[in-house]
């Protein structure tokens, strides 16, 4: 169940939409000084996305 304003959860597969490569969320964060939601994907688990980098698969 969802409490959070979030676009994407664990587990959930999406597109980078930029390159259109599917993906799985591994990591979501808040970024308090931004005012939006970070994401680490399984297969970059050392680059971070925004939500408007990525789309429902």
């Known amino acids: 169940m969802k409490n959070t304003n979030n ?15 599917l993906v799985t969320i591994s990591k979501w964060q808040y970024v308090k000084h931004m005012k939006k939601y970070s994401y680490i994907v399984n297969e970059h688990p ?5 939500e408007e980098e ?4």
Do not use: P, Y
């Not at 994407?8 to 490569?21: A, L, R, W």
């Not at 050392?46 to 925004?50: H, K, P, Q």
């Open 7 to 21: 676009l994407f959860d664990n587990g959930e597969t999406v597109n980078i939409q930029k390159t259109g490569e």
């Open 46 to 50: 050392s680059t971070f996305f925004f």
């Open 54 to 57: 990525l789309k429902k698969a």
